[in-house]
């Protein structure tokens, strides 16, 4: 295409270079592209051959990238998937499911799966690889036999892991699926509750030759004679040559916590020694009531003295790091290969998201394209809901442990258990932190219901005021003044632990309070950063005395103005001289008590009237020993204010 832009010289345009070299190879790209889908939609046999599946996808999509502008990965993003590839890979989806063969099949896929996987694209033509099942011990009319299709499907399966959530018994179902994972000559492990793992248990897994057994301690962890009767069990097996790996599996609570140091003193055999730690998750109010997240800090010192008692006996502890650099390509894989099996029949990405009663609509979901695409380009995410399996989380984070906060509003109830252990936190620094983190993700979350207590507080004691100055809501307000009392304030004083800044302002004069004093001796100033806003008439040397005495922070006098007339016109008031003698009163005596508190700051509200004695009003200032000025603008909501 010739170039539309007037160069003297042609040799130096760039869109005749480009223009020349780029759109010869465009209709070949296209053309090679659609032979291959071609192909791929006549002969199946192709795509379902491993490396014939290999070149042609591979193909495919670099014919499709190098025709796209833009690349195929901001196609899907902001477009949805271009109709081309979804036909391919609608292709390579019929190819896989028509290997009957399982070698075959787990071969053919798995190329199809990395290909994917390394594109990060979400829609997948591959099928799930890595089967959690959950067997739970609920009841029958909700728990689904497998159908055909879901054990078929077990061919492309390259691990199968059955999840003995409640029951240890040997269901039909379990029988079903290891029939078929040994037909398959799949591998498959099991997690099994340790307060039922007996003699006839762990016979019945035996006889299907699983590769490990996770044995979860959580349950009995909570009663020190279910937990040792639990590993006295386990010993009686660890002389067995032919026993397979066994690890173990401890959600950690306020209750679990000591096994750790527990297993730490056993004779645990060498094998034996992998554990796989999580921090329990707080789905009531009574797993609230158990939950590490509120001795944060205190759990971490103690989880990491555990772990290196455990680690200097020779184990493997396996808890979530979220810095891992390899933790993106896990979660990739898993995102791209892991299915969750409920008990109750349906199908999802990881035990905490949501999911489907069929398997392939749920694969093929735009949920399930959203993780996989989230995964591949912002690499790990650790507030995801998928909480047991990966362990990789941050785990100290409030979703982590916090979990009901994902499952939408949490219920009152929740958030009193909430409040209450964040009341009982003793350290006012360390209730803070917390009550910050539980406030910064409820923000982030748009969450309406709050658990977080409010960490600024504005209170107006009073709104009755001395003044009536013309710019403020003193002039258009009526009917009687009123003040809070102090039984009032004494039910927000609870709050002031975790409140940072307390600000008694408002459409009022503070001072006007007659106990304004008590209250301000009821507030914790070494905690609190306490403001005033005042308009100084009343600030009396005995006022001014006390204040400094508390060490309240900061004292904001309302002046505007440089000289007599102007406040008059502003404030409404002769008494400017008044407020000038009381600035330097606190002055003096904040000079005398040897306190720097409260800093001094002169309000002044800029309008037509002052807003050339600004630069006069900054020595003022400085001149009555006031510490800084704070400007501000004139808010106009009357005609007489414009
Ligand atoms: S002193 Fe403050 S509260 Fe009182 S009228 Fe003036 S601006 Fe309003």
Not at 178 to 184: H, P, R, T
Request: a neutral charge.
């Amino acid at each position: 295409m010739p170039c539309t832009d007037n160069h003297e010289d042609l040799s130096t345009c760039a869109h005749e270079e480009k223009s020349e070299y780029s759109i010869p190879m465009r209709p070949a790209a296209t053309f090679l592209k659609n032979s291959v889908l071609t192909l791929a939609r006549l002969s199946p046999f192709y795509l379902s051959r491993p490396h014939f599946l290999s070149v042609l996808y591979r193909l495919y999509y670099r014919l499709s990238e190098s025709e796209s502008n833009d690349g195929l990965y901001l196609k899907e993003g902001e477009q949805g998937l271009t109709s081309e590839l979804e036909d391919f890979q609608n292709c390579v989806r019929k190819a896989l499911t028509g290997i009957h063969e399982s070698q075959l099949a787990r071969r053919a896929n798995s190329i199809a799966q990395k290909i994917e996987r390394n594109r990060g694209l979400g829609n997948v033509g591959s099928l799930p690889t890595f089967w959690i099942i959950e067997l739970a011990d609920i009841s029958p009319q909700r728990v689904r036999t497998p159908s055909p299709s879901f054990l078929d499907m077990l061919r492309f399966a390259s691990h199968i892991r059955l999840l003995f959530r409640d029951s240890n018994t040997f269901t039909p179902v379990a029988t079903e699926i290891l029939d078929k994972a040994s037909l398959f000559g799949c591998p498959w492990s099991a997690i099994i509750d340790a307060t039922r793992c007996d003699e006839e248990m762990i016979a019945a897994l035996l006889a299907w030759h699983p590769g490990e057994i996770i044995i979860d301690l959580s349950r009995a962890a909570r009663s020190e004679r279910d937990f040792h009767e639990a590993l006295r069990r386990m010993e009686t097996f660890k002389s067995r040559a032919s026993f397979p790996r066994i690890s173990w599996r401890l959600f950690l609570d306020r209750t679990t916590l000591w096994a750790l140091e527990q297993l730490a003193s056993r004779e645990i055999p060498e094998r034996w020694r992998t554990l796989h730690l999580y921090l329990a998750r707080a789905y009531t109010p009574e797993e609230v009531s158990r939950s590490l997240f509120f001795s944060r800090r205190l759990v971490r010192e103690l989880i990491s003295a555990f772990q290196k008692s455990l680690v200097s006996k020779g184990w493997q502890i396996l808890f979530g790091k979220p810095d891992r650099p390899e933790e993106r390509q896990r979660q990739a894989e898993r995102a791209f290969g892991t299915v969750h099996v409920r008990a109750t029949g349906s199908y999802a990405p990881c035990v905490g998201n949501g999911g489907s009663d069929d398997l392939l609509s749920a694969w093929d979901s735009l949920e399930w394209k959203e993780y996989r695409r989230k995964v591949c380009v912002e690499g790990p995410f650790f507030d995801c809901p998928d909480c047991e399996i990966s362990g990789s989380q941050d785990v100290f984070s409030v979703p982590y442990l916090l979990a009901a906060y994902e499952r939408g509003v949490p219920s009152q109830e929740y958030i009193d258990a909430v409040r209450c252990e964040i009341d009982a936190i003793e350290d006012v620094s360390d209730a803070r932190e917390i009550n910050a983190l539980v406030r910064d993700y409820e923000h982030k979350h748009a969450h309406v219901r709050l658990a977080s207590y409010p960490h600024r507080m504005y209170i107006e004691v009073t709104d009755e005021c001395n003044l009536r100055c013309p710019m403020c809501t003193q002039t258009v307000l009526s009917g009687p003044r009123r003040r809070i009392s102090l039984e009032t304030f004494s039910a927000v004083k609870p709050l002031l632990r975790y409140v940072e800044l307390l600000h008694f302002t408002g459409c009022g004069e503070t001072f006007l309070h007659p106990q304004i004093l008590d209250m301000l001796e009821a507030v914790p100033h070494d905690q609190c950063k306490v403001r005033i806003i005042t308009n100084g008439l009343l600030l009396d040397e005995a006022t001014s005395r006390r204040l400094v005495e508390l060490g309240l922070q900061d004292l904001w006098i309302s002046l505007d103005a440089t000289d007599a007339p102007t406040f008059q016109k502003i404030r409404g008031s002769k008494l400017f001289h008044r407020v000038l003698d009381n600035v330097r009163t606190l002055s003096r005596i904040r000079r005398e008590l040897g306190s720097t508190f409260p800093r001094i700051a002169l309000n002044f509200v800029a309008q037509r009237s002052n807003i050339e004695q600004l630069p006069a009003f900054v020595k003022l200032a400085h001149e009555l020993g006031a510490d800084a000025v704070n400007v501000g603008f004139l808010q106009v909501y009357t005609r007489a204010l414009l």
